[in-house]
């Protein structure tokens, strides 16, 4: 029961959407669409960021007994690691998702043990900054150029924003870079998995792994 508790609380603070695939090129849209909000925002001094990113409405403590699913740590040396499913493996990536800022993408290839013939994949990408902004201003800035379920949370002691893209078909988390303050780095899943509950409980749980580790660059 506690299990079922803490994955509902997941879940509800990480607003799920409709439940579609993201094709190829739309991942280099998704991008696109981040970095257009993560730089309309107003600079501010390092302070002023530091102060007004303590106002978050929720925290999620994860631990992996919460999952719906076998998983394994992957690291990243950016200062982060995420929980995933055993079944799922990492993807290649175009040139033009490169460029973009796309750096990690993995999948169940179609279908797993969990959901079923459902494809579902997780992205990992990044967005400079033109400037140092607050949580406050990433919130704001992405509901304005038509993010839905924007909301502030601590997870595992990682401040972040939470948003929905428009179109429905995926669901992420934004956060700023470990080292380097003026990067922005995103997580998101495909399907939100709003109309099958195991799928939307797949996509919550990943998010709320989202664990600050030792970063192993700019050392």
């Known amino acids: 029961m506690k299990r079922f508790l803490r994955l509902a609380l ?10 579609a695939g993201v094709a190829e090129e739309e991942w280099v849209e998704a991008v696109a669409e981040i970095e257009a909000a993560v730089n309309s925002a107003d600079a501010v001094t390092a302070d002023a960021a ?48 490169e460029r973009a800022g796309l750096f990690y993408r993995a999948s169940n290839g179609g279908g797993d043990s969990v959901v079923g013939n459902v494809a579902m994949g997780v992205a990992v990408s990044y ?11 990433l919130a704001e800035d992405f509901s304005n150029v ?7 949370l601590d ?7 939470t948003f929905n893209r428009a179109a429905g078909d995926y669901r992420g988390v934004a956060f700023y870079h470990s080292v380097w303050p ?4 995103t997580v998101y899943v495909s399907p939100g998995g709003a109309d099958d509950q195991t799928i939307s409980d797949v996509g919550s749980a990943i998010l709320c792994s989202l664990s600050p580790q030792e970063p192993r660059v700019g050392q």
């Open 10 to 19: 997941c879940a509800a603070l990480l607003l799920a959407c409709v439940p």
């Open 50 to 97: 530091a102060e007004s990113d303590g106002a978050v409405s929720g925290r999620i403590d994860f631990t992996e007994d919460i999952a719906p699913f076998e998983g394994r740590w992957v690291t990243f040396d950016d200062g982060f690691k995420l929980y995933l499913p055993v079944e799922w493996t990492r993807s290649g990536l175009t040139e033009a998702q």
């Open 146 to 152: 038509g993010f839905t379920g924007i909301d502030k």
């Open 127 to 137: 967005v400079r900054a033109g400037s140092l902004v607050t949580l406050d201003d």
């Open 182 to 185: 003026n990067y922005v780095m």
């Open 155 to 161: 997870i595992n002691g990682i401040p972040v924003v």
